[in-house]
Structures are given as C-alpha cells and as structure tokens.
C-alpha cells in the first residue's frame, strides 16, 4: 500500500525548490585554488599518478559484471520504463572509468570537464532511473522524455560551470541525487532490496566525498594510499549496490 502521496507528494518539488533558492542566495560557488594538486603524485611503470589513475579501474569492472546481466543475461525486468536509463548509467559508469583516469594522468581544467561530464550525466540517469522505476503508472515514452531532459540538464550543468567557473548547478544535480532518490523510493514504496542496496549506495556515495575531502591527511596516515584513490574505489562501490540492487529484485527477462 502506498503512503499517503496526497500529503507528501509536494516534497521533492520543495526539495528542488528550496535547494534553488538556497544556492541562489549563497551565490557563486567556485573551485578551490589548488583542486588539481592531489596528495598521491607516485608514478608506477611510468604512469604519473598513478594510484589515481588505476583506482578508477573499479569502475570499469563494475560496468562489465553490471553489463553482462543488463545486456546479456538480460535481467533487469522490473520496468521497462526504467530500463533505459539504468542501462544508459551503465554505459557512463564505464566512461567514467576512461575520463577520470584520463583526467588524473594530467589534472586540469580541461581534463576535468569530462570528468565532470560523465557524473553528471550518470547523476541524471539515476534520478531518471529510479523515478521511472518506483512511480506507479511510469510509461516508457514519459520516461524517455524525463530521462532526455535530465541529461540536457546534466550537460547544462557543467557547460555553466565551463563558461561562468560556477559549480552551482553541478553541486544542485548531486544534491538532487541524493535526496530525490530516497524521497521518490520512500513515496512510492520502491521493492525493499532496491531501497536497502540503494541506501548502501548512498552511504558509500557520502563516505567517498568525505574520503575526497580528506585526501591529503588520509595519505599522511597510511603512508599507502590517498583519499582520492579511496574515493574512486568507494564510488565503484556505490555504483555496485546500485546494480547488485537491481539484479537482487530482478529475476526475469524484459517481456
């Protein structure tokens, strides 16, 4: 039985709302001076960054175990409206494996772009995703359109950031991310091994950002590894219990 959607069906537009306002009125967020001067700068087999560069290899395994019961073993059958856009989140996690080691091998602005690129994109696909998939009544074609929009938004955001050096938009779709995700399943009361694993998600989601956070000092105490590398093998992590969450709830072909 669903909870009660007539109260609480304004939530996420509130949510988008307030978030609106309140980057509004905090203004312009810039990147720190130093972004791109990350802790770990070892070169191995003369890679530069190496750590960097190759913890971004969780990625790429992820998308190919999440790839095989996507598209080969065909899997994924809970919604047809949704199967667009998670399959599309598996594609872009495997790019996000390409660009941020790409963008790690030489960090700049440039590079980063991409980088960007592909979260946010990947941040739209799950927000697309998972109300297509826990909104009764979804139909494909609205799905599609919603999913379309998303990713024009997902671009939007970091070409602002590009042509103004404002993250605000960029910083809005990651926020969104989070709390959409976990408004929209609890409304629409998504299967509970899609909630549990998506909630795992999210988690590591949190725990890789403060691992970012922390790069430097993680790297002063292990004296092995960096928070940033630990940040790329935590959000490899996320994005398994997204489609190990899937896969849980999901037994039988697309029809």
């Known amino acids: 039985m669903l909870i009660s959607i007539k109260s609480i069906k304004w939530l996420p537009a509130a949510i988008v709302l307030l ?3 309140a980057m509004l009125w905090h ?6 001076p130093h972004y791109h001067e990350f802790a770990d700068q070892r070169v191995w087999l003369g890679i530069p960054h190496a750590a960097d ?8 395994l992820v998308a190919a175990l999440a790839g095989d019961q996507l598209f080969v073993r065909r899997r994924y059958a809970r919604s047809a409206a949704a199967l667009p856009a998670f399959s599309l989140l598996c594609l872009i996690v495997f790019l996000t494996a390409v660009v941020s080691a790409y963008y790690h091998l030489a960090p700049d ?18 927000i697309c995703g998972v109300r297509a998939d826990a909104k009764p009544g979804m139909t494909p074609h609205r ?12 671009v939007a955001s970091v070409l602002w950031w590009r042509h103004s050096a404002d993250l605000r938009p960029y910083l809005l779709l990651q926020l969104w991310t989070v709390l959409l995700v976990i408004v929209w399943q609890g409304i629409w009361q998504a299967d509970h091994r899609i909630r549990r694993w998506f909630n795992a998600a999210i988690a590591c989601y949190l725990l890789a950002k403060l691992a970012e956070m922390a790069d430097h000092t993680i790297l002063s105490l292990s004296t092995c590894v960096s928070g940033h590398s630990l940040k790329h ?4 992590g996320a994005a398994a219990c997204i489609f190990y969450g899937l896969r849980q709830a999901c037994a039988n072909p697309v029809r």
């Open 143 to 154: 799905a599609l359109l919603e999913l379309m929009l998303g990713l024009i938004l997902a």
């Open 27 to 32: 203004g312009p967020v810039l990147q720190l």
């Open 109 to 126: 602005d440039a590079r980063l772009f991409w980088d960007r690129m592909a979260i946010a994109l990947a941040s739209a696909c799950l």
């Open 233 to 236: 093998l935590i959000a490899a």
């Open 53 to 60: 560069v190759l913890s971004n290899l969780g990625f790429a």
């Open 19 to 21: 978030s609106v306002v």
